[in-house]
């Protein structure tokens, strides 16, 4: 049994900052990539930043010089530190990541979301 669980939404005001975090629990074997993801209302789910077990990243253009991955191999987490933070980064935000567990192969796991919501 593989969970990801994130942390750290909330309101905030444009320009403002918000750090996300995503940690990794159950029968972890290995992790390879870890990424965000994002869904505003009535919109599909996109892409925002991934970040591969040795540390490479890539961003959304959108996203890029305001946003930054990391991730911590050995407390199995990543996060997502947001700053300059615009309206239109609200949306619910999910962690993804690459996963091989206990009886298992790799696959894709995702976390049940947290909401960033910024307005003034």
């Known amino acids: 049994q593989v969970e990801l669980v994130e942390s750290g939404g909330g309101l905030v005001q444009p320009g403002g900052s918000l750090r996300l975090s995503c940690a990794a629990s159950?029968?972890?074997?290995?992790?390879?990539?870890m990424a965000w993801y994002r869904q505003a209302p009535e919109k599909q789910r996109d892409f925002v930043a991934r970040i591969t077990h040795s540390g490479n990243t890539n961003y959304a253009d959108s996203v890029k010089g305001r946003l930054t991955i990391s991730r911590d191999n050995a407390e199995h987490t990543v996060s997502l530190r947001m700053n300059s933070l615009k309206p239109e980064d609200t949306a619910v935000y999910y962690c993804?990541?690459?996963?091989?567990?206990?009886?298992?192969?790799?696959?894709?796991?995702w976390g049940q979301g947290t909401q960033v919501t910024v307005s003034s």
């Open positions: 993804n990541a690459n996963i091989r567990s206990t009886g298992f192969s790799y696959r894709n796991y």
């Open positions: 159950g029968s972890l074997v290995g992790i390879n990539d």
